[in-house]
């Protein structure tokens, strides 16, 4: 999966959220950014319950329809782990970066591991783990409640401290992420400018027009994401705009 | 262990090498620090070869001899990770931030509980797990070798650098090591002021004299470690100059 998303950058991709779409829908917007190139569909949610009994069944419904491989996007929980559906292409590792809990930061990893280990899935059975350096900019209560974090400042020595880590630890990509605002362009080219080489630059968060995802890719993001754009039903619509 | 080492700073740690040091000497060492109030004692090697055959026995007879912990140190190894002896009492996870290769700055942490799953460790009957950020300063081949370990620049911006990923991964402690010159009071001076509350800085390498014991501690050590200081026939005399 990693391999992919570098090969097909710069791109868009899509999220879903597998507790407020159905199922059928989601099959639907799997087709749809396939044919589209989109290299990956996410699938995630920052509240879940029943994860086990519900996602699973949804990304195989979506797997037996479409060759687009799943990429699972969702917090960690103490005790847990990162949420895994064995059958899912890759799991996104998030390390928030800007929490409060060093869970969250990057214990949850240890976590998750245990968990599958508990579970019986060895290493070379589990979905592929693509580890991402996560960043949250602007008041977002959901992310404070789900993993701590607080909003990144945007000026340049808290930036800095957070590319300091994204270089220091190799994290496999940034995700930048604006829950109720926008990531500012120039939060994205500093990003990019201070990165590693290799390491891939995401953005996401009210993603609405080709002309903001155009601006992000102008400002070095190599994958623009959005969710809630498609979350209407003139999402076809919407998609054909966007890209 | 942590708790331990929390309540007993500042101090100073001795590390006994199983691969050079005589096991009945080690448990001569061993007794000499307990009584001197040292909160664990380390064991480590920078090489090692047949650990699970050597180290546990090693560790075991230390054990039955006095109620000091004892704490493993040992750089991991790709496809295995850290080495653990179960019956340790507890391992540093040295996270390498100046190491060439994601996996000795922290993958090698899924490595090892990989291979402790496999070895059908469950995570509450494994030793006690303490998370080191740790760093090499001046030339140093043998580190370079086992951790592709490449010397911190002893400037502020690059000290600063490895204070943010510090902070940001809320190790336990800091370990500050330099196998060919001396770590330099201002660099631990510097560490002290910049790291986070709670985390303890350890420093390490080259240590002779009871000066420098003192020097390190006014400069903000926590523990100051020394291991060949020891490796002498006269090794009481020289502690007892170094305490």
Redesign the interface.
Known sequence: VLERLRAARPGRLHVVDPYKIPVAEAVEKARAVAALEFPVLLVGSTDYESFDAHVPGYVAAIKEAVEIPVVLHFPPRPGAGFPVAPNADAVLFTAV?NSGS?YY??KS??DT??TL?RRGIA?EAAPE?VFAGGMTFGADAVSRAAVDARAVEETRPALA?MA??LR???YDLAYLYSRSERVPDDVCRYLRESSAPGQLLFVSGGVRSRQEVEAYHAAGADYVVFGGALERPDWREVLDRLV
């Open positions: 970066l060093e930061v990057w990893y240890l591991l245990n280990n290493p783990f401290e300091t880590v220091t630890m190799r």
